[in-house]
């Protein structure tokens, strides 16, 4: 079992850029691959990004692509979320997830109930 923590949201303005972390704790950390999904008022969750236990695979929802960059740490037990140009749109509840399976086909990264374990959320609000 791993414990997921959120940080880094906030207010910012159209165009900004924040750096959203998630720290990890519990089970080791490498064995997880690691999701970012984003939910708006009034929308379901979505899925932002994610990325291999290794690091080295990462996938983005097309809309996020060039923006968002998704990376992680192992020694640290952390993953990141850099989010660039940020939209009024953006604004959502970002959350990091975890998932122990074995992910068979890169489809399984974008896919909310893959991911058994997950973070209370940091805000991020963009104004115009």
């Known amino acids: 079992q791993v414990q997921l923590v959120e940080s880094g949201g906030g207010l910012v303005q159209a165009g900004g850029s924040l750096r959203l972390s998630c720290a990890a704790s519990?089970?080791?950390?490498?064995?997880?691959?690691m999701g970012w999904f984003r939910q708006a008022p009034g929308k379901e969750r979505e899925f932002v990004g994610a990325i291999s236990r290794s690091g080295g695979d990462r996938y983005y929802a097309d809309s996020m692509k060039g923006r968002f960059t998704i990376s992680r740490d192992n020694a640290k037990n952390t993953v990141y979320l850099q989010v660039n140009s940020l939209k009024p749109e953006d604004t959502a509840v970002y959350y990091c997830?975890?998932?122990?399976?074995?992910?068979?086909?890169?489809?399984?990264?974008?896919?909310?109930?893959?991911?058994?374990?997950w973070g209370q959320g940091t805000q991020v609000t963009v104004s115009s």
């Open positions: 519990g089970r080791t950390f490498s064995s997880y691959v």
């Open positions: 997830a975890a998932s122990e399976d074995v992910f068979y086909s890169s489809s399984y990264y974008y896919r909310v109930g893959k991911y058994k374990y």
